[in-house]
């Protein structure tokens, strides 16, 4: 009876591992869920104030398919003003999150046979987007002391002439790590005189920290703006995940066209009281308040750190960015799942398996939430890897 397109899909094992542990919770069960996505902080005022006012002044009815012309003009300037890209409004749509952006992208660009590099580990959705649109992901896997970043060496040694796009994420989940414009630089130069595409995924882009840089694959070049859709959204840097608001820019207006056809023909505008919400976290009214939120995941960063420094046996890269530690196992467990499960089971401290990225042998943690958790749920991982059998 099902599509056989809708049976390649996988769960999401990150919503299925959140489902699981608020479930346990529910049942009265001590859980420490460092498996989280999204920040522990509240959104911004100026983000609420804005809904409110939006909500007050009856600003919910339908908008254009693409976007209220002031949320795209919002968008347009951020770009310009954070990343030095140029593009116009009409080369501009919003999506409801960053995941619609990047399906709806796929959905339009991918086909039978064609092929979509991925480097490993990657976010959880990606291939599964790619298999539903027909396409074949090919993995490259980089060097776990670079952060598994890719090389052009290695970018170049798996372009077929069946690729059609590579998807890059910059800052990653789930290692954390960003690519600098140098590295950017050597990646977008193989890709000169092709056709591939490059989806660039910025969602992490202001959760940085060391003041480490961050460059939008677009502005690397004049070649690397015209093959780039610049991905983005406010899930994570405007810390308004449920909110759903998301957006991608493309030179290519034949893509922005095809998107918004596809949109307004399923879920026409996202949320206009999103959208009015979003124009001060894109305009600079937030900054303040994400400074405050990478000053605090820093210290977790470190703190985290610090803790699983002392565990043996283990390894973790330390990240630019994100909110995340991609932890290597090897020593102690190949099999993510299994180790995962039983750390639930018997500890009770959900973490997401290496293999949901691509990457058995791993496990990620993320540091989104209080000093305290982080303190008690690694206190509950060392003990569990020390006893491990
Ligand atoms: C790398 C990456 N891209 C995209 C998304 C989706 O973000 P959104 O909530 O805007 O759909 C996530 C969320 O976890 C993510 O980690």
Redesign the pocket.
Known sequence: MLTKRSKVLEESI?LAIATLANELKAKGEDIISLST??PDFDTPKAIKDAAIAAIEKGCGKYTAVAGLNEILKAIQAKLKKDNNLDYEISEIITN?????S?FECIECLIEEEDEVIIPTPY?V?YPEMVKFAGGKPVFIEGLESNGFKITAEQLKNSITNKTKMLIL?SP??PVGSIYSKKELSELAKVLEGTNIMVLS?E??EKLRYDDFDFTAFASISEDALKRTVT?N????CGAM?GW???YMASKNKDLISAVKRLQGQSTSNICSIAQYAAIPALNGACDEDIKTMCQIFEKRRNLALSILDKIPNISVYKPEGAFYLFINIQKVEKDSMKFCQKLLEQEKVAVVPGIGFGMDGYFRLSYATSNELIIKGLERISRFILNYK
Request: no cysteine; proline share 4%.
């Open positions: 990150t996505g999204e409801v999150g960053a995941k619609h990047l976010w959705s994420n990653s989940n995924d969602i992490y991905i959204g406010l899930s994570k995940p759903r608001f998301g």
